[in-house]
């Protein structure tokens, strides 16, 4: 029933093995060390949710008042703009953050 792991097999972003199957189970255990000095638990930049607008100004969404005139009645309404935004891109983190695919447990409550 849908699992939301990844479908490759043996494939941990923290692991030096890449899914190759030892023979030996201490092999694998020095192939997962050997991996773990390369790649670091924590992650220290995240893709900003931020866009910039036509002026620069900097915000999650923009909104743009229209004034609409029905059954002679002035009415006021806010519709989203969507299009000329540019997102800020790459921002570093203030603390680093543990990665969401680390695979040891660190506290059982």
Partial sequence: ?????????????????????GADGNEQSVARLKGSKNATPFVF?????????????LAHEFYEETVVTKNGRKRSKLKRIQKNLIPQGVVKLDHPCIHVDFPIILCEG
């Fill in 1 to 21: 029933m849908g699992g939301s792991g990844s479908k490759v097999k043996g494939a941990w972003p923290f692991s030096g093995s890449g899914g190759d199957s």
């Fill in 45 to 57: 930049t995240r893709r900003s949710s931020l866009y910039y607008d036509e002026d620069g100004d």
